[in-house]
């Protein structure tokens, strides 16, 4: 369902946009024992700047595995870590807020932690355990207590840790259905663990005290080719020589929000675009999400399209790819066009002065004097550390 995918993805992101103010490595502890620096490293290849470094060889990427190292010994590196953040006086760094007293606010150095899942978190005493028994003994029953005893133990810990040491952890878990309660009588119905899931699901492997702790909890679907309508061909192809019905690597990913202290809300639904080979793909799940808001900033008819901000680009669907692949003022468009789209969708109530269309909002950036070509090939749309050291203007 892609939640690999779009964790790793979250953390490359930020990877690329702290490269040049604040280098800051993700460390992965692989549970599942089937993560490889291969795929981090595609998933790196389209981004801004990692693409053009070696993360493993420069130290930006860390990989473990339970094999490797045992759960209680990987959560005492990852305390002993951050812990050694204040221990050895490490820089505050620049944010470009500004506190109360009219200072920028600064910050620990942040840092960057994947467990990849929760669900296999072991420790090497209940692998010993388990190595005692044999398969489908009683015994082991006991061995699966004390594996869900450890780990609400250190999810209760951690937020205590990522909050006091500004550490950015990503954790993935598995989603299994509930067994009907059947101990007096007839089934009864199932009650729900968290407003946002179905009856029957429940996270495997853990305590309902997760829901709680996270700062956000998103859940993905199963994923689905992206077939043209009609067809057995993908609806955007890499390139326009590429089209083939064997061709199975464009997916779509439903993600919603089932809890959330921040930002727009507890429910929100999004559809990712995803390529099995290359990772979440973000101009096409804007362009979409453009799409399914009334075509919001795109020009011309269903075959051949443009983005309002960039006119004079023309595209269609077997072309997408290959135009916003090489041509980052393009790719920038998207990204403006799509998150004015979420403002209005989600914060109008707050900012009711943003003009309705992208035609309004384009005559009122050029009558205050700004230059959208420049807006498109020199700026960012992302907050950093020591913003006076990045290349590209906020």
Not at 263 to 283: F, M
Request: net charge neutral; hydrophobic share 30%.
């Amino acid at each position: 369902s892609n939640k690999s995918t779009a964790s790793d993805y979250a953390h490359v992101q930020v990877m690329d946009r702290l490269l040049h103010t604040c280098p800051t490595p993700l460390a992965k502890y692989d549970t599942e024992e089937t993560a490889t620096t291969r795929r981090i490293e595609t998933l790196a290849k389209s981004t801004l700047y990692l693409k053009d470094i070696d993360i493993v060889d420069t130290g930006l990427y860390l990989l473990t595995n339970r094999s490797t190292m045992p759960g209680e010994e990987y959560y005492g590196v990852w305390k002993a870590g951050l812990e050694s953040k204040v221990k050895d006086k490490l820089p505050m760094q620049r944010t470009p807020f500004v506190t109360r007293k009219g200072e920028f606010f600064e910050m620990l150095p942040p840092s960057l932690n994947s467990i990849d899942s929760i669900t296999d978190f072991t420790t090497s005493n209940t692998d010993e355990m388990l190595t005692k028994h044999e398969l489908g003994d009683s015994k082991q029953n006991r061995v699966f207590m004390v594996q869900g005893r450890d780990k609400s133990s250190m999810l209760i810990e951690m937020p205590v840790y990522t909050s006091k040491y500004n550490d950015y952890m990503t954790i993935t878990t598995h989603v299994g259905k509930k067994g009907q309660d059947m101990s007096s009588g007839p089934p009864k119905p199932n009650s729900k663990s968290n407003t946002h899931m179905k009856a029957d699901e429940r996270i495997k492997g853990l305590t309902d005290k997760v829901y709680y702790m996270f700062s956000a909890y998103w859940m993905t679907s199963v994923s689905r080719t992206y077939w043209q309508d009609g067809t057995k061909f993908l609806r955007y192809p890499k390139t326009p020589d590429s089209i083939s019905d064997t061709d199975l690597d464009l997916q779509t990913t439903d993600i919603t929000l089932i809890r959330g202290k921040a930002g727009v809300g507890s429910g929100v639904r999004l559809t990712l675009v995803a390529s099995q080979k290359e990772g979440i793909i973000p101009y096409l799940t804007e362009l979409d999400y453009c799409r399914d808001n009334g075509n919001f900033g795109i020009i011309g008819n269903a075959s051949t399209w443009a983005i309002e901000l960039l006119p004079e680009i023309k595209m269609t669907r077997n072309t997408t790819r290959i135009k916003f692949d090489n041509d980052y003022k393009l790719v920038r468009a998207m990204n403006l066009t799509s998150e004015i789209c979420q403002g209005l969708q989600y914060y109008k109530s707050i900012f009711p002065w943003i003009p309705d269309t992208m035609t309004e909002i384009i005559e009122g950036v050029k009558k205050n004097g700004y230059d959208i070509d420049f807006l498109l090939e020199k700026t960012r749309g992302w907050w950093t550390l020591n913003e006076d050291k990045h290349p590209l203007k906020y």
